[in-house]
């Protein structure tokens, strides 16, 4: 063995190092397994999780971020019992500011088709508003033609409404049978479009004066969609909008969102989410560190006579600590770097099946995360094979070639 140099780490220090993990085998293997498991974890949550934010963020964007959305109640807790007022978009549409209102309307239906019936969702909407509701990305056809004004008893069907309701996929021109009237399709309403879009996507829409005639009570909006002329304008027209409402209710039993706030709500909660998952998977990251921790301290025990020699022939604290500490890096490393693959296949598969599923989730290679995983894994191992470092480095030269 040639001298070891006073300058600490050298290139014989790794290949010591590289040849001292390679005798240990199997619980070479074993140790590093843990720091795989922990990095692929947190890796595959992160990706999927920036995945989902840019996901959200392309959906709003398509919506538009001169967009206001009107629901009923005064919070989410109320908002599924409260109602807005039959004659809330016409007050909106008189606002200073107000480019187009969009009103939609809902009721759950007993639908038949083939013989086979099921309760389904029927949305109910202006006909003149389609080519707007285009625009905002809350509609987009597929195949067949728009609804036509004063069209009482035609049906729009949402792509997963057509392919996954019914045994049989329903075809434009066959009919459906809505409370005893008969329906019939005139064109399917193509999913992809906003994520307030996407409540069209498994529904059956139709004019509102269709869902009238087949309504007991009388219809009020269950969301109203504001788009504004400029998005410069959002918060006056806002404050008009809470304004006009209030005052014809009384209260002010209703919510106000911007698409703006939609999205940073969900990033929050997005956020906050993938938190949590990465705390939980960095439990198992702690787990693989006790385990190289628990590896080094076997390792300096079954080499206390190496130590010993190692120190009569000039090697110093340093040169012995930097040697343990080596390879606990070692074994970070190269968790951390098989890890980051493990992680990043796993995300991509997630991606896969949402695609599959109708939501389209982006998962694209960030270096930035793949470094820093496989640096803080190298670390992590480092950290914790310090104190077994330590201890070996502090060996009595003398005691430690007695052993045995």
Do not use: C, W
């Amino acid at each position: 063995m040639s001298k070891l140099r006073e300058s600490g780490i050298d290139l014989e220090l790794f290949k010591r190092s590289a040849t001292s993990l390679r005798k240990q085998g199997m619980r070479t293997f074993l140790t590093t397994l843990g720091v795989v498991i922990g990095i692929a974890a947190i890796v595959a949550l992160i990706a999927v999780g920036q995945g989902l934010n840019t996901s959200v963020q392309e959906e709003f964007e398509k919506m538009g971020s001169n967009t206001i959305i009107v629901l009923p109640g005064a919070n989410f807790t109320q908002s599924t019992f409260a109602s807005l007022e039959e004659n809330d978009p016409k007050r909106i549409e008189s606002i200073n500011g107000v480019e187009d209102v969009f009103s939609i309307y809902f009721k759950s239906k007993q639908v038949e088709f083939e013989g086979v019936k099921r309760s389904s969702v029927i949305m109910g909407l202006n006909p003149e508003k389609q080519e707007g509701m285009k625009t905002i990305g809350m509609l987009g056809l597929k195949e067949g033609r728009d609804l036509a004004d004063n069209e009482k008893f035609a049906v729009l069907l949402g792509e997963r409404f057509q392919e996954e309701s019914f045994e049989n996929d329903i075809q434009i021109k066959q009919r459906l049978l809505i409370e005893g009237k008969s329906y019939k399709v005139v064109g399917i309403n193509e999913s992809g479009g906003s994520s307030f879009g996407s409540m069209f996507d498994n529904a059956i829409v139709m004019p509102k004066e269709g869902l009238d005639e087949i309504s007991e009570e009388t219809l009020t909006p269950f969301r109203i969609i504001v788009k504004v002329y400029n998005k410069e304008d959002i918060p006056d027209v806002k404050k008009r909008i809470t304004k006009v409402l209030e005052k014809a209710h009384g209260e002010e039993d209703f919510q106000i969102m911007t698409a703006s706030q939609i999205q940073e709500s969900a990033g929050a909660i997005l956020g906050l989410v993938q938190a949590v998952l990465v705390g939980i998977a960095a439990i198992s990251l702690a787990v693989g560190s006790i385990g190289i921790m628990n590896t080094m301290f076997m390792s300096t025990m079954e080499r206390t006579r190496e130590i010993g020699i190692m120190k009569a022939i000039g090697a110093t604290n340093k040169h012995i600590r930097n040697l343990f500490l080596i390879e606990a890096g070692f074994i970070g490393a190269g968790g951390g770097i098989i890890g980051v693959g493990i992680g990043f296949v796993i995300a991509l598969v997630v991606g896969v099946i949402a695609d599959v599923s109708g939501f389209p989730l982006r998962i694209n290679p960030d270096i930035v995360l793949f470094l820093g995983a496989v640096l803080f894994a190298m670390s992590v191992g480092m950290i914790a094979g310090y104190i077994p470092a330590k201890r070996a480095s502090e060996m009595d030269p003398v005691d430690a070639l007695g052993h045995d």
